[in-house]
């Protein structure tokens, strides 16, 4: 299963955008590339998912590379709430599950 | 339910002991995970489920872990003679089709004393 590598932990402002950066440079063409939170005492939530195009909803935003080795999830004007473990995985279209996640990425909200 | 449902949602049990963990993934959902999470760590994969059918077991860590969902709904994780390594947080996901994310639970924390 292909990897994904995300800084161990990042700050912002409160009010401020946030870009949350993630690696997967051995992608397949199959890959899905998912994003989920988790907030503490609470088992991880789904975020959102792309496969080549940018994609947007009301949590967030998904910008991927064009040679698809890396994505950046951009939360618009974080607020306190969004205070979370971020997780970036890839999941293949031909399985119906992604093994391996990694340590994610601790996003700290400054007020 | 509208989400997955675990129980209970926190458990003691002493070095030894054999514990249940319950999951009610949401309905209709064929696709039910198991996955383990130490303090600090990602999810990591126990068990899937398509249906009844346990398709993958390969991260199960011993064989005194044991998963079962005999009529493809809910899902019960026993842990036989507990170690204190098998304290964890067990965290149950059900899918729908790919590529759908997951919706987890809140999970069972289990302390092993």
């Known amino acids: 299963d292909a990897k994904t590598t995300q800084p161990n932990s990042m700050e912002s402002n409160e009010e401020e955008p946030v870009h949350l950066p993630c690696n997967h440079s051995?992608?397949?063409?199959?890959?899905?590339i998912h994003w989920y939170r988790q907030l503490p005492s609470q088992g991880p939530e789904y975020v959102i998912h792309?496969?080549?195009?940018?994609v947007n909803n009301r949590m967030a935003s998904l910008a991927i590379a064009e040679d698809r080795k890396s994505s950046t999830l951009i939360l618009h004007r974080a607020t306190l709430r969004d205070a979370a473990v971020y997780y970036c995985i890839l999941r293949a279209l031909d399985s119906n599950y992604q093994l391996i996640w990694g340590a994610g990425t601790k996003l700290i909200i400054k007020p | 339910g509208a989400g997955v449902s675990q129980s209970p949602r926190y458990k003691v049990a002493k070095r030894g002991q054999d514990v249940a963990l319950r999951c009610d993934p949401i309905?209709?959902?064929?696709?039910l995970f198991w996955y383990q999470q130490a303090l600090g760590q990602g999810p990591e994969f126990l068990t899937y489920f398509q249906n009844e059918a346990q398709l993958d077991k390969s991260g199960l860590p011993s064989d005194r872990f044991f998963a079962e969902r005999p009529e493809g709904s809910v899902s019960t994780l026993k842990i036989q003679r507990t170690q204190q390594e098998d304290s964890a947080v067990y965290l149950c996901?059900?899918?729908?089709?790919?590529?759908?994310?997951?919706?987890f639970g809140s999970g069972t924390r289990l302390t092993v004393v």
């Open positions: 051995t992608i397949s063409g199959t890959d899905y």
């Open positions: 996901a059900s899918s729908g089709r790919v590529p759908r994310g997951y919706t």
């Open positions: 792309g496969l080549t195009s940018n």
């Open positions: 309905s209709g959902h064929v696709s």
